[in-house]
């Protein structure tokens, strides 16, 4: 009997200490791009909708279903690897940064090109930075009503929009490639995955990645140097106002992928200190009460979110770091370098 | 004018580290690499065995290939792909003695080649408007003036060589179109035809072309050497999806068809590891480079963590495992293998391995070439 309960022990052990790929796959991450399914959906009959008859109550609840489907998006952002790189679909859903304003032009170029009207239109054979939110986000917050033409456009768009998050998702789970099986049997090793390590690394760059966009993209380019040079319309989705509840929406997924893959693995000590990097960042975030597009350049806002970069910054090195070398995972330079 | 803008003499930004290297064995050859350091600076690096001349230049952004000028005894090192910048330094102390930067309407592809004479060099281009490939020709012995480009004969050319008569160019056209406007992304992965290409130098006419088979015409043609018999060994990265299973590294002689390929009607014969050591390369690989006999040939799937070794005829001889390597290049009696956590390996004929230099760090880029 003491063998017995001794095995069962060790096992239970084992069992924490193994990684759980299978629940982070069916919890977060199917969840996710399901819920993203639903939301672009929406999105599209409302665009639809409004199409069909334009008014100011129906094209506010098209903006509505912009955000929720945005915000969706931006939940899934930190799941940098898999059926999301196919086909340039991260691009696709989103262009952004767009250091080279290539969205504005290439919308305009996209508008003047009698082809919208054509019944063979084909948005996703055109260029990647009129494909998703990024264009429709301008389409729809714009000044200037909406003409037909480009009432075409958005409804393209939310259509195409929501048939890449119905592909993503039967990607990941549907056929015998699926995307999600090879999490399940990571541990043993499989066509995609040499080991439970690998796998672990793989999410690993992920959020990291994630977290050094949070930093370098979505703060440091908008915050600038000092207020004097704060570039408020750097801020990711300034126009829609989504810049901060998008950075949320960033930072509550990454701490589930921690939660469910890292917390239970850690030291005590490491596991405080990012947890504690968590709460003050998040706490940050929802203190700001003011778009981040001019938070940047008020006098008592500006501190919060110089602070918010600083924690993220903190975060980021916790995990890319301490977390990495006390899981002995690694980060890769060539392996990441595609070239 | 146009040498001026193009052709800026930078000492400034030099950076001598001296002679602090750790190396064991002193009959290795010198060897150069790009590497960024932790805090994503970048730099080009001689590695002497016996610390005379060890020296480390910093660079503008990441760096890629390096091509040697033997006759003038300098080094080319191109920035990573789209990049705006060639270095051109002296071997001898690692000082920069000026960069070219990218012509207008045109981005440097990475890699590129001195011709033997040292007169000329040749790098890969992408002309971005229209999204061909060209070979813009820089001459070395009138300050690195552009005088002219050819037609790679393909879109996103990237690795270029020389075959054995000096006036061959052979072409790695990886097929994917880039636009600035949209920066390393990949505009066109569902018509994408990549092909291998040699081209007359003196003219740019096109000798020879070779595509890989129509089923996987997302098989990007990236990298490639050119043994002495002029056996070029081709090594590729798939960007399909992960769960499909392509060959990833090919031979080729051009003017004659290699029996034994695997896809009739194409002649570039196409090899495939066994499948334990095929699935590990995760459908990337990073670089290839000949043995120093010419006998065989060794190719680094990063992702993989993982470099296969292969006869000049194709034949599979085995592998080794290094974490996120990729740069290889020639000793004596094996390669050095370099990685992305500041090792270089020396990998023996028998395939033993064995560390040769561990720097702190430094991430070791793509390539790296001997100086024997």
Excluded at chain 1, 239 to 248: I, N, V, W, Y
Excluded at chain 2, 135 to 156: E, K, T
Excluded at chain 2, 265 to 274: C, D, F, R, V, Y
Aim: charged share 20%; net charge positive; with cysteine.
């Amino acid at each position: 009997m003491k063998t017995v309960l001794m095995i069962l022990l060790l096992l239970a052990t084992a069992t924490t200490n193994a990684y759980d790929f299978k629940t982070l796959a069916e919890n977060h991450i199917l969840s996710g791009y399901q819920q993203l399914e639903l939301t672009t959906n929406s999105l599209n009959a409302s665009a639809q909708s409004y199409c069909d008859k334009q008014d100011e109550e129906k094209l506010d609840q098209l903006r509505n279903h912009y955000r929720s489907a945005f915000l969706d998006w931006q939940f899934m952002q930190p799941i940098r690897f898999g059926p999301i790189k196919y086909l340039n679909r991260e691009n696709r859903f989103q262009m952004w940064p767009d250091k080279r304003g290539s969205v504005g032009k290439h919308l305009r170029r996209q508008l003047q090109d009698g082809e919208i009207t054509d019944p063979g239109f084909d948005i996703s054979s055109k260029s990647v930075a009129v494909q998703g939110f990024s264009a429709l986000e301008r389409l729809l917050f714009s000044d200037k009503p909406i003409d037909s033409i480009q009432c075409k456009l958005i409804v393209a768009i939310t259509g195409n929009l929501e048939s890449m998050s119905s592909d993503l998702l039967q990607d990941w789970k549907e056929g015998d490639s699926a995307y999600a099986a090879y999490f399940s049997t990571a541990a043993q090793g499989n066509d995609i995955f040499e080991s439970d390590t690998e796998l672990a690394g793989q999410i690993l760059n992920s959020l990291y990645t994630q977290l050094e966009t949070m930093v370098t993209q979505k703060l440091d380019r908008p915050l600038g140097p000092s207020i004097n040079k704060a570039r408020g319309k750097r801020a990711e989705g300034w126009r829609s106002q989504t810049a901060l509840p998008a950075l949320k929406a960033n930072l509550e997924a990454s701490r589930q992928l921690y939660q469910g893959m890292y917390a239970n693995k850690l030291g005590k000590q490491l596991a405080a200190k990012i947890n504690m990097a968590f709460q003050q960042s998040a706490q940050l975030v929802n203190s700001v009460n003011q778009p981040l597009k001019t938070a940047v350049t008020d006098e008592k806002l500006r501190p919060m979110i110089v602070e918010l970069r600083s924690t993220l910054s903190v975060l980021k090195g916790l995990i890319g770091r301490e977390l990495a070398s006390e899981l002995n995972l690694s980060l890769g330079f060539n392996s990441l370098d595609g070239d | 004018m146009i040498n001026r803008r193009q052709f800026l003499t930078l000492s400034a930004s030099v950076l001598f580290a001296g002679p602090t290297r750790l190396l064991r064995a002193s009959s290795q050859p010198r060897l150069l690499s790009c590497w960024s350091d932790t805090d994503n600076r970048h730099y080009v690096s001689l590695l002497d065995p016996r610390g005379g001349s060890a020296f480390d230049v910093q660079l503008p952004a990441r760096g890629h290939g390096i091509a040697i000028n033997q006759q003038q005894k300098l080094a080319a090192v191109f920035a990573r792909r789209p990049g705006d910048f060639v270095c051109i330094i002296k071997l001898r102390d690692g000082k920069l003695i000026g960069i070219i930067t990218a012509t207008e309407g045109r981005h440097f592809y990475g890699h590129g080649v001195f011709t033997p004479d040292g007169q000329y060099l040749l790098c890969s281009e992408n002309a971005f408007e229209s999204g061909e490939g060209r070979i813009g020709l820089y001459d070395c012995r009138n300050g690195f003036q552009r005088v002219g480009a050819l037609p790679s004969h393909g879109i996103g050319p990237h690795e270029v060589k020389l075959l054995a008569d000096g006036k061959t160019l052979v072409v790695a056209n990886g097929g994917i179109k880039t636009h600035p406007d949209l920066p390393r992304i990949k505009t066109n992965l569902n018509t994408m035809k990549p092909n291998l290409a040699y081209l007359e130098t003196s003219s740019g006419r096109l000798l020879e072309k070779v595509e890989p088979p129509a089923k996987w015409h997302q098989l990007s043609i990236r990298h490639l050497d050119v043994a002495a018999d002029n056996t070029v060994a081709v090594a590729m990265q798939y960007q399909g999806k992960p769960t499909e299973r392509p060959p990833l590294i090919a031979i080729h002689r051009p003017g004659s068809k290699l029996t034994g390929s695997d896809f009739p009607g194409s002649s570039l014969k196409l090899l495939t590891a066994p499948d334990r050591i095929q699935r590990k390369m995760k459908n990337y690989c990073g670089s290839v480079t000949f043995s120093h006999d010419n006998s065989r040939f060794a190719v680094s799937s990063p992702r993989g963590n993982l470099v296969t070794y292969w006869r000049i005829d194709g034949t599979y001889m085995g592998s080794h495992q290094q974490k996120d390597a990729c740069g290889i290049s020639q000793h004596a009696n094996g390669f050095f293998v370099s990685d992305g956590t500041g090792t270089i390996s020396l990998v023996k004929t028998d395939l033993s391995a064995s560390d040769a230099i561990s720097l702190t760090n430094h991430r070791w880029d793509n390539h790296m070439v001997s100086l024997l």
